[in-house]
């Protein structure tokens, strides 16, 4: 895949990475590094390294191995791959709405997942603001070559989810919701109006909604956009 044919949810990433990235680099981010931001437990140093995972985390994801069989092939659209896992176990193919809407506790600020975030980000703060800015810029830098060098039919084993893979594009539209979503909480937090670019905010709705169908099916979701007094599960809260 070449500069010139990257597709849609590459173009995509890499200018909301960007947008990100130069949020992160704000020095009033600098400025207000150790206080608190709109995230109850998180300063707004911790947000902003936690934002800047979701640049090295997809750097993480290509430089390891999937098993034999499941690299290539046919595009992820969800679905079960038999005894393409190791010891010829299924393999679950995944796309972006069911990564997030079968994701277990990423609603529950008290959940492990959630405190497993604020602890892994804690720790890339600890290392101080112009190590992570560093860090950010320097992985986006590799990014932009390296997503346009990785094939189309790209696949990537999903983090904590043994058995589970994902397209490398379908894991870009997960990592969109992530930067628009802390984009904005970032930006509050220091009292800027800095958002995600058009595409990403429409992408990342697009992948909540259709998470919010996986998580409660289509009626719920239909309640809650158009008769909120139905909404008894409150189908649209997915994060």
Same mark, same amino acid.
């Given at each position: 895949?070449?500069?010139?044919?990257?597709?849609?949810?590459?173009?995509?990433?890499?200018?909301?990475?960007?947008?990100?990235?130069?949020?992160?680099?704000?020095?009033?981010?600098?400025?207000?590094?150790?206080?608190?931001?709109?995230?109850?437990?998180?300063?707004?140093?911790?947000?902003?390294?936690?934002?800047?995972?979701?640049?090295?985390?997809?750097?993480?994801?290509?430089?390891?191995?999937?098993?034999?069989?499941?690299?290539?092939?046919?595009?992820?659209?969800?679905?079960?791959?038999?005894?393409?896992?190791?010891?010829?176990?299924?393999?679950?193919?995944?796309?972006?709405?069911?990564?997030?809407?079968?994701?277990?506790?990423?609603?529950?600020?008290?959940?492990?997942?959630?405190?497993?975030?604020?602890?892994?980000?804690?720790?890339?703060?600890?290392? !101080? +603001?112009?190590?992570?800015?560093?860090?950010?810029?320097?992985?986006? %830098?590799? @990014? &932009?070559? /390296? $997503?346009?060098?990785?094939?189309?039919?790209?696949?990537? !084993? +999903?983090?904590?989810?043994?058995?589970?893979?994902?397209?490398?594009? %379908?894991? @870009? &539209?997960? /990592? $969109?919701?992530?930067?628009?979503?802390?984009?904005?909480?970032?930006?509050?937090?220091?009292?800027?109006?800095?958002?995600?670019?058009?595409?990403? @905010?429409?992408?990342?709705?697009?992948?909540?909604?259709?998470?919010?169908?996986?998580?409660?099916?289509?009626?719920?979701?239909?309640?809650?956009?158009?008769?909120?007094?139905?909404?008894?599960?409150?189908?649209?809260?997915?994060?």
């Amino acid at each position: 895949m070449t500069d010139s044919a990257l597709s849609i949810p590459r173009v995509t990433y890499l200018e909301a990475a960007a947008s990100a990235v130069d949020l992160i680099g704000d020095e009033r981010v600098a400025s207000r590094w150790h206080e608190e931001s709109v995230l109850p437990g998180m300063t707004v140093g911790v947000l902003a390294a936690h934002l800047g995972r979701s640049l090295t985390q997809v750097e993480f994801l290509l430089d390891l191995e999937v098993d034999s069989g499941v690299g290539s092939g046919p595009d992820s659209d969800g679905g079960r791959e038999a005894g393409g896992g190791p010891g010829g176990t299924d393999i679950a193919v995944i796309d972006a709405s069911t990564y997030f809407g079968t994701f277990e506790g990423i609603a529950d600020r008290e959940s492990d997942v959630s405190r497993g975030v604020i602890r892994r980000g804690t720790e890339s703060a600890e290392k !101080g +603001v112009l190590a992570v800015v560093a860090q950010c810029r320097e992985t986006l %830098d590799r @990014l &932009r070559s /390296r $997503l346009a060098s990785e094939p189309a039919g790209r696949r990537l !084993g +999903v983090a904590h989810r043994p058995g589970e893979i994902i397209s490398l594009d %379908d894991y @870009l &539209r997960t /990592r $969109l919701v992530e930067f628009a979503v802390h984009t904005d909480d970032l930006s509050l937090s220091i009292g800027a109006a800095v958002t995600s670019p058009p595409a990403a @905010l429409a992408a990342a709705v697009d992948v909540l909604v259709g998470a919010a169908r996986v998580r409660h099916g289509d009626l719920a979701v239909l309640r809650a956009l158009s008769r909120r007094e139905r909404d008894e599960s409150d189908a649209l809260h997915v994060l």
